[in-house]
């Protein structure tokens, strides 16, 4: 099948924004990235630290006991995954809580998926399961709630900006289906250039990338947690210092193709770009959420417990065995991979801010 502008109903020459482009190659029903192909796994595009392993969301499932124990063991609780993948976090996540009689009683345990294909692929892994989908937060009315994402948020498509004598230029895309993709610019909405001088971490810089998406989809989670208390916990590729270019990357096979080869792969390779947890921790303090300091995905592992997690396992484990968690733990711990790359958020609404993994 030849992937063509015409699946997307994007007009040839016609200019439309980045974050836009992005959303129409990624969720279009039935011919968008996420809507028609499992990413996940060695036989997919791209692999996330749930699929590396089990450890990664054991620990995460460990961290939101002791959230639920400083929130007091309310009885009823929260849990929201945002972007839950093939459902392998929230398999070990259901199985660690049964662990806890008193929170197995108390907590909702909640999947938001806007895949119907992933939300198929969920159900038949965890059918059984007093896990619940949504596809909004509105059945959430009473308790404490904890949301987390791992990899959510870079998958929100961005808006990009050239700063050019002061003024915003709003990054664009047209399609010919002679040359491609071309890049175009064109003046930048006046509510967009309003919003983004409100924030401090993007003063200075020439290049700007906006979640305005991705905003939208935080205003939802913060006013929630913001009536009800909790938190949130994102884990993703990101930065703390200013990059000040383009961060959007493709991603097939388990390999970064070029952007340019993009046109000749579309709805057949992913799009992300890279989060500013600079940006994220301002926006979360404008809503009046706490934030923890950002800690790496390694100071967050390991202040959680994994290494000793794993000499524990290593007890019963074959040589062969413990060869293979010894290079999944390097993928998840190395400052050089996932360890350094990926950064964690956790930004809440308590009275008690003493919550593990942080500094």
Known sequence: MTYNP??????LKKLIPVDEFIEKVLYEPKIGYYTKKIPFGSQGDFITAPTISNLFSEIISIWVVSVWEKLGKPKTFNFVELGPGDGSLAKVFVNTIKKFPEL????NIYLYEKSKLLSNLQKKKLKGSKIKWIRNF????????IFFGNE???AIPIKQFLVEKKSL????YSVDPASGLDEAYQKANREDVKKIKTFKALEGLKFIEFPKLGF???DKIVKKINDLSGGILLIDYGYLNVINRSTLQT????????????????GRADISSLVNFSLLKEYFLKNKLKVKKIVSQKFFLEKMGIIERV?????NMTFKQKEYMSLTLRRLLNKELMGGLFKVIFAFKSKNSNFLGFK
């Open 311 to 315: 000499k524990v396992l290593e007890k």
């Open 251 to 266: 991603v097939m096979k388990n390999k970064k193709i070029d952007m340019n080869h993009l046109f000749k792969n579309l």
């Open 6 to 11: 015409g699946y997307f109903n994007l007009r």
């Open 216 to 218: 939208l989809e935080l």
């Open 104 to 107: 197995n009683d108390s907590i």
């Open 169 to 172: 230029l709003e990054k664009c």
């Open 152 to 154: 959510f948020f870079d």
């Open 138 to 145: 509105d059945k959430i009315k009473k308790g404490p709630v």
